[in-house]
């Protein structure tokens, strides 16, 4: 969905999987962002972020880089470097 510029899909697909009981993991989450960032969703990546603490998820770099970059493409540098 993301390199297909289908990023609300993507989204949307993420965010059922929570009310189907799947487990979301640092894979499905790093996807989530990154398709924020293909959609220039600042906000959107920086509350997956949020979201992957409150769930216990450890973030990786490709993560955190997606979520930089959705800011970076939203002209939000300083809550890219927060």
Do not use: D, Y
């Not at 962002?33 to 769930?55: D, F, H, N, P, Y």
Request: with cysteine; charged share 20%.
């Amino acid at each position: 969905c993301e390199k297909g510029r289908q990023w609300a899909q993507a989204l949307q697909l993420f965010h059922e999987m929570a009310g189907s009981r799947l487990e979301r993991n640092v894979i499905t989450f790093s996807a989530a962002v990154s398709a924020c960032k293909t959609g220039e969703q600042w906000v959107e990546a920086l509350q997956l972020i949020r979201e992957m603490v409150r769930s216990h998820v450890v973030s990786g770099t490709v993560t955190c880089s997606a979520a930089i970059s959705a800011c970076e493409k939203g002209e939000q540098w300083v809550q890219a470097l927060q």
